[in-house]
């Protein structure tokens, strides 16, 4: 028997919400029912955002210093920031999170030197602040950080997840739909799409090498 050769399988945003209505148990029949299945996607990955990291959305970006300014601002993209670095001569220096109290707890914040901290001031047009002041205009920061996933603007788009992802976007998007539409299935369509979550999260890791260490009291003879 042949096989389809094919790893291209996809959906696209009127796909997903398609399969969230037949599971529903109703049809997809005037344009109010997709414009308001589309809102309750968007919703849905805000939602994602606050879950935690998905690694599909993790980006790098660098941003060259400038001698004296703290502030720099950062994309409207950018949800979170993951790692940060001052990278200085081609070498790279860990900098450490600090909160706001503790940013606003530093006495004297026009100190000048290599920065070592910074603060993530998550608004809407979100900002990093670097203590001390940067003392040049040739240091870089350079930060791996958790961008937005796009929206679902037409029923036309494909969605930007990957293929392990889609299993859970169906699941999700039935139990937003249920919300509004099939109140005697919210239960069970919200515990299918928690274990779908869950199952794409899990596998949604960086894979890391398992280092034992035995514990050098029992080596002592």
Do not use: H
């Not at 739909?177 to 005697?184: D, F, N, T, V």
Request: proline letters at 4%.
């Amino acid at each position: 028997m042949a096989t389809s050769n094919s790893r291209d399988f996809d959906l696209d945003v009127s796909d997903i919400i398609e399969e969230a209505y037949e599971r529903c148990g109703l049809e997809v029949r005037t344009g109010y029912d997709a414009r308001t299945a589309r809102r309750s996607m968007n919703l849905m990955f805000a939602d994602w955002a606050n879950r935690g990291v998905n690694l599909w959305t993790v980006r790098q970006a660098t941003i060259t210093l400038t001698n004296n300014q703290a502030t720099e601002t950062l994309g409207a993209d950018v949800v979170d920031l993951l790692e940060v670095v001052l990278r200085r001569s081609n070498t790279d220096f860990d900098l450490t999170r600090l909160s706001r109290g503790d940013y606003l707890s530093i006495p004297n914040k026009t100190t000048q030197g290599r920065p070592s901290q910074f603060f993530f001031n998550r608004q809407i047009t979100p900002q990093i602040t670097l203590w001390p002041t940067p003392e040049n205009s040739t240091d870089q920061i350079v930060y791996y950080y958790l961008r937005r996933i796009e929206d679902a603007d037409a029923l036309t788009n494909n969605v930007e997840l990957p293929f392990r992802f889609l299993p859970c976007a169906a699941a999700g998007m039935a139990y937003y739909i249920a919300l509004k539409k099939a109140p005697e299935r919210v239960q069970l369509l919200k515990n299918v799409y928690e274990e779908e979550f869950q199952r794409a999260a899990d596998e949604d890791e960086d894979r890391v090498s398992l280092k034992l260490q035995p514990d050098i009291q029992y080596l002592r003879v």
